[in-house]
Structure formats: structure tokens, C-alpha cells
């Protein structure tokens, strides 16, 4: 069960890193957004099964409150999912009205857009 | 008054998770009860006044068929497309290889709540990120792999539009 947790928090170790790395690697704020996004999403989510699998394995063996945490961990989980593609959303939308080009971008069906004022 | 209702018991839900174990009353004690009661009433009132148009959007979130198939949606198609979507901006991250562009789509969903279930699937999923949606729900979408300047929805992400219109729609 340790080790299950431990490869567990691997895999969401390595996606976290690459999602940081991707952060240094990619050219503009869009592609970065993706990597940012995405990468830390599921590594998270990973890192979050970790914990819900510690919290039931406590609830195996008896541990008061062990169900809590996971419970708690779970909740974490599904606002994150939530928050995650909306937050990056908000961010691509504001740069792109903001006036931000995609850098190396082979067509951009964005240019010319009329956008209304919103009330 | 839907409005309000949906988002109070949403409210209630969520705190009731929260506070578990607190007591002997099944498994929360009388405070947590009272004081979870006393905010989802608050927050429903609330949204009731700030929360937008849509009356129809919240009978649907009352219906338990759209949620199975919602949970059923996020475990089967949507974990494995999160799966792959991975390993193809690992890929990209390693060897630097991209072809970004930002594109449009036309999905033709007629809900809010179909587009933003819509658009946050393609956020999470292989290489593309929403960037916008106008007034008609045509979708602004940024790929990192541009294989088709002027592409049809499936092409970009698959049958996700089916989904979201058989979940929400």
C-alpha cells in the first residue's frame, strides 16, 4: 500500500515538474497556458489520489478521522477541475483582447474580430 | 426562485460533505446542522439576485440522469482524453515541436451550460485552450498543433460537442 502511494505521488511529481518546465520552455503566454493547465491538472490529481488512498487505507485500519481527509481531499479535487480550465480561460481571453499576438501562430481566426462592449 | 434553490442546496451539499464526522445527529452534530442550513439559505438568496438568465440551465442541474451521465462522462472519455492529452504536451515540452494558431469553431450548442462544460473539456484536453466564445457560441480556440487552418468541431475535439449536448442540452 506505501508503495502504491509512493507511485502514486511519482506521477504527479513528474507532471507537475513538466508542467513547470513548460512554463520555461514554450514562447508566448497561450502555449504556456497549456502547459501550465494542463500538466499541473493531472498532476495534481494524482497527487490528490495519493492522499484519498493514505485516508481510506487509515479508515482500513481504524484511524479516527482518516475519512475526513479524504473526504476533504476529494472536495479539493473537484474545485480544482472546476477552477483550473476557467482561470486559464479568463487569462487567454483577457491577453488576446488585450491586445497579445500568438508568437509563431500559423493562422489566428481571432484578427479582425469585432468584439461588443459588454453591459 | 430556481436559482435560488439550486445553488442553496448545492451550498448545503458541499458544507454537509465538509463538516462530516463532527457529531452523534447521524454524522454531524447539531451546530454544523444549523449553521450549514443558516448559510445555504444566505447564499441562496444571494445568487437568486446576482446570478444571471437561464431559468431553464438550473432545472437541469436538478435532474440525477444528467449528473450519472456526467460522472460517467468525466471517468470514461474525458480522463482518457486528460490521459493523452498529457503525454502529447510532455511530448511538445521535450522536443519544442509546435505549430500554434488560433482557430474557430462553430459546435452549434444553444445552452450556457453546454458551452462552458464544452469549453472546459477543450481546455483540459490534447492541445487546444478556449479562448473565446461569442454571442453565437462559436468558439476561439487555441491548438498547438494547427494540422487544418479551417477545421470542423470533431476534428478538433473529437465528440466532445456530442457529449456536452447529450449531458446538458
Wanted: aromatic share 10%; glycine share 10%.
Amino acid at each position: 500500500m506505501v508503495i502504491f502511494i509512493y507511485v502514486l505521488l511519482g506521477i504527479g511529481v513528474l507532471f507537475n515538474g513538466l508542467g513547470s518546465f513548460a512554463l520555461l520552455r514554450f514562447p508566448d503566454v497561450f502555449t504556456r497556458l497549456h502547459g501550465a493547465t494542463k500538466c499541473t491538472t493531472f498532476g495534481s490529481i494524482f497527487t490528490i489520489l495519493a492522499t484519498v488512498a493514505y485516508g481510506f487505507w487509515g479508515v482500513a485500519r481504524g484511524i479516527q478521522g482518516d475519512l475526513t481527509l479524504a473526504i476533504h481531499a476529494l472536495l479539493a479535487l473537484i474545485a480544482l477541475l472546476l477552477t483550473n480550465p476557467t482561470g486559464a480561460h479568463a487569462i487567454a481571453r483577457g491577453a488576446r483582447r488585450s491586445g497579445v499576438l500568438p508568437k509563431r501562430a500559423v493562422v489566428d481566426a481571432y484578427e479582425g474580430y469585432k468584439f461588443e462592449e459588454e453591459e | 426562485m430556481l436559482r435560488s434553490l439550486t445553488t442553496g442546496l448545492g451550498a448545503l451539499v458541499i458544507y454537509l460533505i465538509l463538516t462530516m464526522e463532527s457529531g452523534s445527529l447521524g454524522l454531524w452534530s447539531l451546530e454544523e446542522l444549523i449553521v450549514g442550513a443558516v448559510l445555504a439559505l444566505g447564499v441562496g438568496l444571494i445568487a437568486g439576485r446576482v446570478l444571471g438568465k437561464g431559468e431553464a440551465d438550473y432545472k437541469k442541474l436538478l435532474n440525477p440522469r444528467r449528473w450519472a451521465l456526467f460522472l460517467v462522462y468525466l471517468v470514461g472519455p474525458f480522463f482518457f482524453a486528460m490521459f493523452r492529452a498529457n503525454l502529447d504536451v510532455a511530448y511538445r515540452v521535450i522536443t519544442g515541436r509546435i505549430k500554434p494558431g488560433i482557430i474557430k469553431i462553430s459546435p452549434g450548442l444553444k445552452s450556457d451550460l453546454a458551452a462552458s462544460l464544452l469549453g472546459n473539456s477543450i481546455t483540459l484536453t490534447p492541445g487546444t485552450l478556449t479562448v473565446d466564445i461569442d454571442k453565437e457560441n462559436n468558439f476561439y480556440i487555441h491548438w498547438i498543433n494547427v494540422r487544418n487552418p479551417q477545421p470542423s468541431p470533431e476534428e478538433v475535439c473529437g465528440r466532445f460537442p456530442r457529449w456536452a449536448r447529450r449531458i446538458a442540452e
